[in-house]
């Protein structure tokens, strides 16, 4: 089934922990994003990728990393994660080059305590 | 960057009311707004976008307006339903040439009660 996979699909995470969150899709979309839900925030853009080998910041970047070696998939790093990275994240993709409506994930809810 | 604003956070309606909910944006280059419904646990999920070529875009009992003049857009939802408790997003993007960015609004929640 065409779509965009992530994984986990929740985790508690002890303070100062490494933790990858993996992201991917089959559709062959050229660009994709990571946001964080937060209650009364919204979706707010932490990385995107509007092409495999490219990466760029989004409005809340500090304590996350991204790589897109490939066009599938699209993980994101916390390096070091601490309690205010408590967030559901969501992934996303867009085909890009003048279709730009998103397809996002089920979303992994991460819990650092 | 873009700044999109969303009114109202939280809206009640009875059940065959309309239901409107209304985005600003802040950089007069956007020319894509997209609206997402978000059930319960569940993921985002595209329900209507409008260009800023286009003034008014309409699918059933989903309508979309955009006054680019005045930077606004808005969803109308006529004749509600309980299915269309949700979470509402609009959001706002400059697309063209290599960026697809969504800026997004802080949402919408609606209740339809029956």
């Known amino acids: 089934i065409a779509g965009i996979t992530q994984a986990p699909t929740s985790q508690i995470l002890a303070a100062g922990r490494r933790m990858t969150l993996r992201c991917t899709q089959d559709?062959?979309?050229?660009?994709m994003y990571w946001y964080r839900q937060d209650l009364g925030l919204g979706l707010r853009l932490i990385h995107y990728s509007n092409t495999a080998g490219t990466t760029g910041k989004g409005e809340v970047p500090d304590g996350y990393s991204v790589s897109r070696a490939n066009t599938d998939d699209f993980p994101l790093t916390l390096a070091s994660a601490v309690p205010s990275q408590t967030s559901v994240y969501f992934c996303?993709?867009?085909?890009?080059?003048?279709?730009?409506?998103?397809?996002f994930g089920s979303g992994t809810r991460l819990t650092v305590v | 960057g873009e700044n999109v604003e969303q009114h109202p956070s939280t809206l009640s309606v009875q059940e065959g009311d309309s239901a409107v909910i209304k985005c600003t944006y802040s950089?007069?280059?956007?020319?894509?707004f997209p609206w997402y419904k978000q059930e319960l646990g569940k993921r985002p999920q595209l329900i209507i976008d409008?260009?800023?070529?286009?003034g008014e875009k309409k699918d059933q009992r989903i309508a979309v307006t955009l006054n680019k003049t005045a930077k606004h857009f808005s969803l109308h939802i006529t004749e509600t339903q309980p299915e269309d408790s949700a979470v509402y997003f609009c959001a706002a993007s400059m697309s063209g040439g290599s960026n697809y960015k969504l800026t997004f609004g802080k949402g919408t929640l609606l209740t339809v009660n029956p």
């Open positions: 409008i260009r800023s070529n286009v």
């Open positions: 559709m062959r979309h050229n660009a």
């Open positions: 950089d007069s280059a956007s020319n894509y």
């Open positions: 996303a993709s867009s085909p890009g080059q003048g279709s730009y409506g998103y397809t």
